[in-house]
C-alpha cells in the first residue's frame, strides 16, 4: 500500500465527526465563518481557531468567553481583550487571507503540574492490522499556553508518569485503556477512507477523563524522540521496516 500524506484538518475530521461512535470523542468544528463564530461563542467558553493547513501549532488563534460580554483573544504569545461585538473583526485581523480556517470547540485538558497537557500517539499498519508503536505526554511549558506543541516549548514526557500526577482525581491506567482504544478506532476509521500505512494522533483528556481527538498527521515527526525513549523509538523503526519490505 503507497501511504497518502493528507494535509487537511478538515478531510480527515469529516469522517470522525460521520462516525456515530467516534463522533463523541470529537470537538464540534467547523469552517470559520462569522455565522458559526456567533453560534459556538453562545455554545462554548472556549474556541479555538486554526489553519485548516498547518503544522507546529502555527497560526492558531484561542478565544475564551468572560463576563460582561467580553472576550480573551490569545495568538502568538499575546493576550487581547475586547467586547464580544467585535471578536470577529478582531480574529480576522490575525488570520492568514490566503488560508482556510477552522472553528473548533475548545476543550479544558487536564493539568499536570498546573499545565495542560494532550497525549501523541503513533500507530503502524506493518501487517495489515494497525499496531501502537509510541505513547507519550506533552507538557505545556506554561499554565496560559495556547498550544501543547513541541514547536512552542512543550516536554515529551512518560505516558504513566503523567497520568499518575496529575492535578485531578482521575484513574490513570482506566484513562490510559481509553486512550488507546479510542486511538485505534480513530486509526481504523481513518485506514478505511485513505491509504494509510502510519498516523500520529494527539489526543487530549478533559479535566473530568473524557478522552478527546484533538489532531490527525499522517507525516507525525520523531525529532528528538530517539533520546527520550529508546524503547518505543526501536518499536516504531521495526514496524517502519516490516513496512518496506512489503
Avoid at 503544522?55 to 490569545?74: F, P, S, T
Avoid at 485503556?177 to 483528556?205: C, H
Wanted: net charge positive.
Amino acid at each position: 500500500m503507497t501511504h497518502t500524506i493528507i494535509r487537511s484538518k478538515m478531510k480527515k475530521g469529516i469522517p470522525l465527526m460521520s462516525d456515530p461512535i467516534i463522533s463523541h470523542h470529537v470537538p464540534e468544528t467547523n469552517w470559520f465563518h462569522a455565522s458559526t463564530l456567533r453560534r459556538m461563542l453562545r455554545a462554548y467558553s472556549t474556541l479555538y481557531i486554526k489553519p485548516d493547513i498547518g503544522r507546529q501549532g502555527n497560526g492558531i488563534i484561542r478565544i475564551k468567553k468572560l463576563a460582561d460580554a467580553k472576550c480573551e483573544i490569545a495568538y502568538g504569545g499575546t493576550t487581547s481583550w475586547c467586547s464580544s461585538k467585535y471578536v470577529y473583526d478582531e480574529v480576522v485581523k490575525r488570520m492568514n487571507p490566503r488560508k482556510k480556517y477552522l472553528i473548533q470547540q475548545g476543550i479544558e485538558l487536564a493539568t499536570y503540574r498546573k499545565r495542560p497537557f494532550d497525549v501523541r500517539l503513533v500507530l503502524q499498519k506493518p501487517l495489515n492490522r494497525w499496531q501502537l508503536t509510541w505513547i507519550s505526554a506533552k507538557v505545556a511549558p506554561k499554565a496560559t499556553s495556547i498550544v501543547t506543541n513541541i514547536a512552542k516549548g512543550a516536554k515529551d514526557t512518560k505516558i504513566i508518569r503523567t497520568l499518575k500526577g496529575i492535578d485531578q482525581s482521575l484513574k490513570p491506567y482506566k484513562v490510559l485503556e481509553e486512550l488507546i482504544n479510542v486511538s485505534y478506532q480513530v486509526a481504523q476509521k481513518l485506514g478505511s477512507q485513505f491509504p494509510l500505512t502510519i498516523v500520529g494522533l494527539d489526543m487530549g483528556i478533559d479535566k473530568k477523563g473524557k478522552v478527546w481527538f484533538i489532531e490527525a498527521n499522517t507525516r507525525p515527526d520523531f525529532k528528538g524522540l530517539r533520546k527520550f525513549d529508546p524503547v518505543q523509538y526501536q518499536r516504531y523503526l521495526r514496524a517502519k521496516k516490516m513496512l518496506r519490505k512489503r
